[in-house]
């Protein structure tokens, strides 16, 4: 296999070396007559008669014309065009009194001198049993239409049109109408008459949008499945640097939310939940893994300004073809190609900017409220009171001391007095400086700095398109920075009338520094001191941050010469820094033959290959490497000398990745019409994919950077554990010095699609997928499972009985029934084992991750569809509703077992699940005039996610409002969040819930019954509504998102530990203090280290009870933009075709329904509260096409 890849790789260099030869040679032919070229003389023609044309660029290099036009102006200009291309063996097509199409004349065809004008006589032709037919093919825009099939009606003689939409077609001479289709347009049927040159405009299908599906191209009008769409127009009307911004809001049934892209809900427990990504045609991949070792499947990457159109493949009849891979959805994106014409060069900068965080969001307590509530600690303190030197003795001996806390001290030490001490403390009340250091000298504005250049030059054999993007990233803290570059080439060239080839690849390089692992950044220090412990020194230099060690630590450090842990933060972010540079390429070739006018046959093979080299210093100097090398510290039990464990020194640490994986395909393509009601369609074909990820891992210890150099350790000793001077025991097991693993993913597939049209009313389609793959079980029984769909289409607005319905411009019903699959990537049919070093033996030896499986099989998922598709008043209000029911069998889920076994659970298809959805999706043109136009667009989802069955039921309540997406349970939805009914406070203050017996109790109930299901974290409704305004040369647009019908856990004041060591949420103040408090407040008690009534699981009553919850809806503007395009005038004088100049505005505010103000889109799934915030972002752009 790997030298059939080879082989392969090195064919598809050199067809692309071929092709691309060819295009450039073909370009640079220059006219060596010494007449006038005859360009030269079009563009006079131009000028002087202010026509405009449109011919290859082929038909005109090398010739020439002695005819000076500036002699003869006084002619008409079809004398003149005579005079100039006949002698060259060319014709002119008359379009309208200002256009003309240029084409060249067989040389055995007579040219008739009297023909003058459109109405003229036609050609004679030399055979008297033929005739041959020439023209030019427009859409309605007066576009020229490549791919145009003209067929014989009744007969078998077919043509093409080439890339400047020309066509040349010899018929019988008893011909009597020839057919012309092309997707996305109404046939036109057309009455040959008297005259051989033909001039066809076809107009555009009600349902203009076409659905690329990867595997072929269908117009919406004949699909019976549903998709969403959106184009690279749509894509212009703002920016957006990355995939997922062009995902949300734009495609209904899509949800984005929080980082995860979703189609119509989730379908897996365990396996893959992102979706398939298709990219011109082939299934791409972006996997690897990071610096933790842990695998992650990324977006793709690719340049939105590359996007030519985005169709999203939701349901069985249209995603099913993909077999098992499409459970989750199917994103077929295809880039651009260039349009005939001239060359066109186009050029975008961006330039974006975010502010800092605003940290008073997170609503942390200031220095007043703090010291109010260490006073109050101290003043409570009943340890104190009873022995004040020796409870202060055994707090400073343990414990970390603050400022605030050493003043308070020292009264309890009987060094100063009370009112001196809050003296001092008074000052530290007005003293919140410590964010804002941190704020000013570690963190910037956020910029991003993008440029693009695209360059497109098609004629009618050849098309070449060629992008590059350049990034420079700079992110908040001053110490994580990336840049990229991505290259983007393709060329397609018709070889002949039945040949086209095509050759592409894609380059894109990453350059990153960043915190690695050990490595810190700016937000790391947010709120690690209190707001009046300044880090600046009055000369203005930051220093060290306070130790946060135990006396004990600070006295025995020193004392065996240990290092110190002080940090200083600037120093730290200097440190530990991660530097990845990535690599990864994508090549293709394709090439199609016409074997018939209604049979193609297409071969296409893509090479994959990802490679990233991750490398990390950990400094000596750095605060994690001395805490290391401290923490592995002990002495000799016979001399007492300090032992160094780990070599004093860097640690050095490499990761690197590479994926490759090769995609060979073999296809046949059918579109054929019988008698103007009967279309066929469809596709059968043949599929190789194979993706194998490989990564190895290192570090090593005392490295010298210099020299290249490092220490041994021992690592049977280091695994075994040791326990440091700090008492506490670390290991460092083999595993975690050095690792190689390895991923391969195979699959054979076998698939075919057909699609019948009836009358353009009628339609019926069906699809049927076999897959082979390793990742799935040796049972036979299990092997070749088809996926399939079936799927009808009904053009009700076609039918004689909705006709005299004048508002009623388009109804189209479909519905769709299928089963498509999804793999995991992370299990396997067979026994699953590592391999490595025993920590206790020092032998080679191996664990197993997961028993033989023959029973695994891919996840199933059948998927119902009802949808409809409107337009109505003369097409300014056009949409479609969707109705689905996605049910989710065979899922991949853990299950109890017989421990008798050697496992306690295994991992088996066991469970599933349900989706059911309806979307909406309507366009609106509010107001349609020369000068300004007003569109409207809402996309709208619904998505109720259900578990229906799972063989893993929580053993208690802390599994279910602990584990969010790890407890599953039966009947509540995927991504459920559990909780306790909260009850107040008793008159001690003690939170309570309400029990299994339905009454208030603050004893320790442990059954899962007394967690209930409080909602789900994903969206349930979700969508986008998009405003776009045009006055002249002004657009204003603007797009409002909503994601809502889910909640979140919300952060509540509580003590986080017994002792007052840092800041809390704003709020604790008003905790409960005394009886009567429990009638005005829902905090519990402040349970300090001296009180010795409190219990361990209080805290998780109120952290996880529904007072704790909130609802997560919320509204977002997510961009608005303001575009200028400079007036015409101004444009010519740049020689340019158009100038664009670009504000926008992005996440410039929102409207929670939750009622505290908290942004869902800035908080943890679990518990963890507020997050930093998500802030506007401004961007300045400009766009020029030349």
């Known amino acids: 296999m790997r030298n059939c890849t080879r082989q392969s790789l090195r064919g598809l260099l050199y067809l692309c070396v071929l092709l691309f030869t060819c295009s450039f040679a073909s370009a640079q032919k220059k006219s060596a007559g010494k007449a006038v070229p005859l360009k030269e003389a079009l563009d006079q023609v131009s000028k002087v ?5 449109m011919y290859e660029g082929v038909l005109i290099a090398n010739k020439t014309t002695a005819v000076d036009v500036n002699a003869v102006k006084t002619k008409p200009v079809e004398d003149v065009l005579k005079s100039i291309l006949y002698p060259n063996d060319l014709l002119f097509l008359y379009v309208d009194k200002n256009h ?5 004349r067989k040389k055995n065809e007579v040219v008739n001198s009297t023909l003058t004008s459109p109405n003229a006589a036609s050609e004679t032709n030399q055979q008297e049993n033929t005739r041959t037919i020439r023209g030019v093919v427009y859409d309605e825009s007066r576009n020229a239409l490549p791919g145009v099939v003209i067929q014989v009606e009744g007969g078998k003689a077919f043509a093409t049109t080439n890339n400047m939409g020309t066509y040349t077609i010899t018929v019988p001479a008893t011909t009597t109408a020839l057919v012309f289709n092309y997707t996305g347009m109404e046939r036109t049927r057309v009455l040959l008459g008297e005259s051989d ?9 009600l349902l203009n949008e076409v659905v690329v599906t990867g595997y072929q191209t269908l117009t919406k009008e004949r699909v019976t499945g549903a998709f969403s769409t959106v184009t690279s127009k749509d894509l212009e009307k703002r920016r957006v640097s990355s995939l997922a911004q062009v995902l949300e809001g734009n495609l209904p049934g899509v949800t984005s939310y929080k980082g995860d892209i979703n189609v119509r809900g989730i379908s897996s427990f365990n396996a893959t939940k992102t979706p398939l990504y298709v990219i011109d045609g082939f299934p791409v991949e972006n996997s690897y893994y990071n610096l933790n070792g842990t695998f992650v499947d990324a977006i793709p990457n690719i340049n939105p300004e590359d996007i030519e159109n985005i169709t999203v493949l939701k349901d069985a009849a249209a995603a099913s073809i993909y077999g098992a891979r499409a459970a989750n959805g199917v994103i077929v994106i295809t880039t651009k190609k260039a349009k005939v014409g001239k060359t066109q060069i186009s050029f975008s900068a961006d330039y974006a900017v975010t502010p800092k965080y605003d940290l008073d969001y997170l609503k942390r307590t200031n220095s007043s409220e703090y010291i109010d509530v260490l006073t109050s600690w101290y003043d409570n303190n009943t340890l104190i ?29 009987g060094k100063i007095t009370r009112e001196q001490a809050d003296q001092q403390l008074n000052v530290m009340r007005g003293q919140n400086v410590y964010n804002d250091q941190i704020m000013d000298r570690l963190m910037r504005p956020k910029q991003n700095q993008q440029f693009n250049l695209s360059i497109g030059n098609a004629t009618a054999y050849n098309n070449f398109m060629f992008s590059a993007t350049f990034r420079n990233d700079q992110a908040y803290s001053t110490n994580d920075n990336a840049k990229s570059l991505n290259l983007n080439i393709r060329n397609a060239v018709t070889v002949n009338k039945w040949l086209k080839a095509e050759v592409g690849a894609f380059m894109s390089y990453q350059d990153e520094k960043s915190p690695g692992p050990d490595g810190v950044s700016a937000t790391d220090y947010i709120n690690a001191q209190l707001p009046f412990e300044s880090i600046i020194d009055e000369n203005g230099n930051m220093g060290n941050l306070r ?15 240990l290092f110190d842990l002080y940090r200083n933060p600037e120093k730290e972010m200097s440190y530990n820094l991660a530097t990845i540079r990535g690599l990864q390429t994508r090549m293709y070739g394709k090439i199609n033959a016409r074997i018939t006018s209604w049979l193609t046959a297409e071969s296409m093979f893509q090479y994959e290959r990802n490679n990233s080299k991750g490398e990390q210093l950990v400094n000596v100097e750095s605060y994690a490497m001395r805490h290391l090398l401290n923490s592995f510290t002990s002495l000799n039990p016979t001399t007492g000398a300090v032992v160094w464990n780990l ?6 640490r490499t990761n690197n990745n590479q994926t490759r994986g090769y995609t060979f395909r073999n296809q046949l393509n059918v579109n054929k019409n019988f008698n103007n009601k009967h279309e066929l369609t469809g596709i059968l074909g043949f599929e190789a994919r194979e993706v194998k990820t490989n990564r190895d891992y290192s570090a090593v210890f005392g490295y010298d950077p210099l020299t290249m150099s490092y220490m041994p350790i021992n690592t049977q000793t280091l695994s075994q554990g040791i326990v440091g001077l700090n008492g506490v025991r670390g290991s460092i097991g083999a595993g975690t010095m050095t690792s190689f693993s390895e991923r391969i993913n195979r699959f054979i597939s076998y698939y075919g699609n057909a699609g019948y049209t009836y009358n353009d009313k009628y339609m019926l389609s069906g699809s049927m997928r076999f897959d082979l793959s390793n990742l799935f079980g040796t049972n036979p029984s299990y092997q070749y499972r088809p996926l399939w769909s079936v799927g009808a289409g009904w053009m009700l607005s076609k039918e004689d009985f909705m006709k005299d319905i004048e508002w009623l411009d388009m109804l189209k019903v479909r519905a769709s029934y299928g089963v498509n699959g999804n793999v995991a990537k992370n299990a396997a049919p067979y026994l699953v084992a590592s391999y490595g070093v025993n920590g206790l033996t020092g032998n080679m030896g191996g664990s197993i991750g997961s028993p033989a499986n023959p029973n695994l099989r891919w996840e199933r998922t059948a998927t119902s569809n009802i949808g409809f598709d409107f337009a109505t008043l003369r097409n300014r209000l056009s949409g479609s509703v969707e109705f689905y029911d996605k049910k989710s069998d065979d899922l991949l889920a853990y299950m109890s077992v017989n421990p008798a076994l050697g496992f306690n ?9 349900r989706n059911k ?8 043109q509010v107001v349609r005039t020369k000068d300004f136009t007003w569109d409207i667009v809402l996309n709208s989802s619904y998505n109720k996610n259900t578990v229906t069955r799972i063989d893993n039921p929580a053993k208690a309540a802390s599994e279910l409002v602990n584990n969010v997406n790890k407890t599953i349970v039966v009947g509540d939805p995927y991504n459920a969040l559990y909780g306790y009914y909260y009850a107040g406070l008793t008159d001690k203050g003690e939170p309570q819930i309400i029990g299994l017996d339905g009454k208030p109790t603050t004893a320790n109930v442990t059954a899962p019954g007394v967690a209930h299901y409080m909602g789900t974290y994903t969206p349930v409704y979700s969508g986008a509504i998009i405003n776009n305004l045009s006055y002249k040369g002004l657009t204003f647009s603007m797009m409002l998102v909503y994601n809502a019908g889910h909640v979140m856990r919300t952060e509540v004041p509580y003590l986080n530990g017994s002792f007052p060591t840092g800041t809390f949420l704003k709020g604790i103040n008003n905790a409960w203090a005394k009886p009567g408090d429990e009638l005005t407040t829902n905090i519990p008690r402040l349970v300090w280290d001296f009180d010795k009534t409190g219990n361990n699981w209080r805290n998780g009553y109120w952290l996880y009870s529904d007072y704790a919850i909130a609802d997560a809806s919320y509204i977002k503007a997510r961009n608005i933009s303001l575009t200028y395009n400079l007036p015409k005038k101004w444009v010519n004088k740049l020689k340019a075709n158009d100038v664009r100049v670009r504000f926008q505005a992005d996440n410039l505010f929102y409207i929670p329904f939750n009622g505290q103000g908290i942004d869902p889109e800035s908080t943890g799934y679990s518990g963890s509260g507020r997050t930093l915030p998500l802030m506007p972002t401004y961007n300045f752009g400009l766009n020029l096409t030349l």
């Open 547 to 561: 130790w946060n060690r135990s006396l004990n630590d600070r006295t025995n450090y020193p004392k065996y010469g």
């Open 385 to 413: 009171k009873a022995n004040p030197a020796g409870a202060i003795a055994t707090y400073r001996e343990g414990a970390i001391v603050n400022p605030a806390m050493d003043l308070l001290f020292q009264v309890g030490e």
């Open 905 to 913: 659970t295994a991992y088996t298809n066991n469970g599933a699940m």
């Open 647 to 652: 070599p004093v020194g860097n640690s050095f």
């Open 49 to 53: 008669y202010g026509t405009t044309f």
């Open 917 to 924: 959805g309806i979307e909406l999706s309507i366009r609106g």
């Open 100 to 104: 003309y199409t240029i084409v060249a």
């Open 197 to 205: 040159m033909m001039t066809i405009t076809m107009k555009s299908r």
